[in-house]
């Protein structure tokens, strides 16, 4: 293995060791790699962070207890193999996203991921932990009908944490319908009514005002 490839496998551990799960030989393969690179364990406090801002704003919103992010992290644990080869489903389509990150930032957008499709009151998680949920289309999940509505493509920036996805998605009443695809754009829907196409161009630029956060904003069908 060579020392990128090395340091890809740590960084993707760090939020498994964040949260206590890894395996004892895993564990100790990341302790090594923390002493001997101080930019790692700064890559760590981050993951720590995010986690910490994410059981926060979760609270915020109403959304599943801490203890929801534990399960889907057991749930991941226990079913390596599906969620690499299970076609077209969230998890495969968000490690394929994932698989794309630069390795320095990859820790961090795996939290991030999760966490934007943790949002909406845990409609997703519901999906992957087994649990009953209400009916509709979220991320990567669809109903034999489409609703209506006004959608658009939305990419977050690299540097975008998970809270303020969150609070992003609550202040703009957006709930996620799709994605990830590819390049990292989430279809939002911004309305329940199918509007006119000036309203969902006034929408999207709105949207893309936010330019910490948002690198893209197009209406879409």
Do not use: C
């Not at 990341?30 to 406090?45: K, M, Y």
């Not at 057991?74 to 495969?92: F, H, M, N, W, Y």
């Not at 390795?103 to 939290?111: D, F, K, Y």
């Not at 999207?204 to 209406?219: H, T």
């Amino acid at each position: 293995m060579t020392e990128n490839q090395n340091e890809r496998v740590i960084d993707e551990l760090l939020p498994w060791y964040a949260t206590g799960r890894l395996a004892p030989a895993d564990a100790a393969q990341v302790d090594v790699a923390l002493a001997a690179d101080p930019a790692l364990g700064r890559r760590l406090d981050l993951v720590r962070d995010e986690l910490a801002e994410t059981i926060r704003v979760n609270e915020q919103l109403g959304a599943p207890s801490p203890h929801v992010i534990e399960r889907l992290f057991a749930k991941i644990d226990a079913e390596p193999r599906a969620i690499v080869v299970s076609p077209g489903g969230l998890t495969a389509r968000l490690s394929e996203w994932l698989s794309r990150r630069a390795p320095r930032t990859l820790a961090l957008a795996t939290v991030a991921g999760l966490v934007v499709v943790l949002a909406q009151a845990g409609i997703i998680v519901a999906q992957l932990i087994g649990e009953t949920a209400p009916t509709f289309t979220t991320a990567s999940f669809t109903t034999a009908d489409r609703p209506a509505g006004t959608f658009v493509l939305v990419g977050f920036a690299d540097t975008a944490t998970a809270g303020k996805m969150l609070e992003f998605l609550k202040a703009n009443n957006a709930v996620i319908v799709d994605g990830p695809r590819a390049g990292g754009l989430f279809k939002l829907k911004v309305s329940a009514e199918t509007l006119p196409r000036e309203e969902a161009d006034r929408i999207a630029q709105r949207l893309r005002a936010d330019g910490a956060l948002v690198r893209l904003a197009a209406p879409t069908q």
